[in-house]
């Protein structure tokens, strides 16, 4: 576990660097929380009952929210771009040398990063929010608990996504073409803008059988009140399932890569 | 001036010659291209057939306004899209390279590299502008194909000049990233696919007058669309190739007052 907190003490030092740029960043996500607050607002004004009995207050902490949670659960950056990054310099041979399993390593490394990224760039703009925008609050201690719990769980089922994704660069040493395809596919079956139940009903099937709907909708639903009662716990459920499911595949996966990895001199 | 324009061309035809070695990556990179687009698009279309319109705007209406985005941001991604790394060639040393040879620098600078990516957000926003002039039954006189060629060298222009104003701030700080990347927020976070004006004043005159990435398709849509009646800021729709002119001229000003002022990191 202390190779967790080492990871988020380097990356609070790199974080703490560069104080403009933690002003700009900061800035830029108000900016989005501001598009989409302003999005669904026109989009409510104009017609109400296009909302299935959702409060404006419960979208707008959907959408805020899912701009907040965007600034930990990352897909453009993570896991994958790291290791694609050290396959491509040659030095992925240094994270294969240390006396670490390598998914806990990435893991470790990952969780830092998040873990800064939510004191950061998360707490604050969301504290924000609350100063300037109408949003609703969880209202029981056991639906707070739920969120944390579907935040906790998003990010494992991220995390192994992304692993997996990463480790196609040991084969074609680049992720370009698909990083883009992956980045699309992620943002558009996740939720993360727009809230799961809003897209037609062809599309359904779909998005429950994949794994992004329990990385951005779930957590959201369950904060703004969507997702309760027994709804609420066999999402929660879901999220375990697919966390299990996902370790058991990219541990498989991995292993097999590792076995016949031949690493070229850099 | 004609040195300059030689010294671009035969540093381009080098940059596609170097481009042409990797084809496989060609095709995959333009494939996600498309996908990238089709995936923002595809979020555009659940809320449209869901809303039916967005402050005023159907679904191909936000098609064409996405697509003119992407024109011009394509056109500007062949050639100028390492403006942006401008910051990484002075960390780097590579920029000092640059200043050891005997010709203009932001020439050198601007020839040095081509990006196929972009061919692939052209021939994208092409088949998409076509797909929304049928769909919306539109029907242009002769001349506006002409101001369609002229508005989308203007958003390119507009693109890449307030990228390039706000690099050559690495001249005296070493460090543009951050303000860059928060900067083309307003860019393809905001005007790339909404019509500006349901943001409010604040937010329209940020990318009217400071950042005024709206030109490259907001206000050159009004017209196109015929929506300049609409609005009382409809003649603005005239304006995008004269605002991408004063542009260029302050970036390349903005250029001159850096350079002078650069310090190597001596790496």
Known sequence: MSLFWIFSRQNFYQQSAYRLNFWLEIAGIMLQIYVVYKLWNVLFEQTPESFGGITLPQMLTYAVLGMLLGSILSIGEGVHTYIQSQVRMGQITSDLMKPVDFIVHMMARDFGQIFVRLLFFLLPPMVLSYLMFDMVVPTSPAQIAAFVVAVVQAWVILFFCNFMFGLISFKTLDLMGFSFTYFALVRFASGQIVPLWMYPDVLQPILNFLPFKSVFYTPLAIYNGVLNGSAMTTALLVQTAWMVGLFAVARLVWGRIHHSLIVQGG | ?267
């Not at chain 2, 209406?61 to 899209?81: D, S, T």
């Not at chain 2, 052209?122 to 039954?137: H, K, P, R």
Request: hydrophobic share 55%; no cysteine; glycine share 6%.
């Open chain 2, 1 to 267: 001036m004609r040195d300059n324009l030689t010294i671009y061309l035969t540093m381009i035809r080098a940059a596609v010659l170097t481009r042409m070695e990797y084809r496989a990556d060609f095709i995959m990179g333009i494939i996600g291209v498309f996908i990238l687009n089709a995936g923002t698009l595809a979020t555009s279309w659940v809320l449209l057939s869901r809303f039916h319109d967005l402050h005023g705007w159907t679904f191909w209406e936000i098609v064409f306004l996405y697509n003119l985005w992407l024109l011009g941001h394509g056109i500007r991604a062949v050639f100028f899209r390492h403006i942006n790394l401008l910051e990484q060639f002075i960390v780097e040393g590579t920029f000092d390279q640059i200043l050891t040879r005997p010709a203009n620098a932001l020439v050198q600078f601007l020839g040095r590299e081509v990006h196929y990516l972009g061919i692939g957000d052209v021939l994208l926003s092409i088949t998409m502008l076509t797909l929304a002039y049928q769909n919306l039954d539109l029907h242009w006189p002769v001349w506006m194909f002409g101001w369609m060629v002229v508005i989308a060298l203007s958003s390119a222009i507009v693109e890449a000049a307030i990228t390039l104003l706000l690099v050559s701030t690495s001249f005296l700080t070493t460090r543009s990233r951050a303000l860059v990347n928060s900067a083309s927020l307003f860019s393809w976070g905001v005007v790339q696919q909404y019509p500006v004006d349901m943001f409010g004043k604040l937010l329209r005159n940020i990318v009217t007058i400071f950042l005024p990435f709206a030109f490259m398709n907001y206000y050159p849509a009004l017209l196109f669309l015929g929506k300049q009646d609409q609005v009382s800021w409809g003649i603005l729709t005239w304006y995008a190739p004269v605002v991408a002119l004063i542009l260029l001229g302050l970036s390349i000003a903005m250029w001159n007052f850096g350079i002078k002022r650069y310090q190597s990191t001596g790496s």
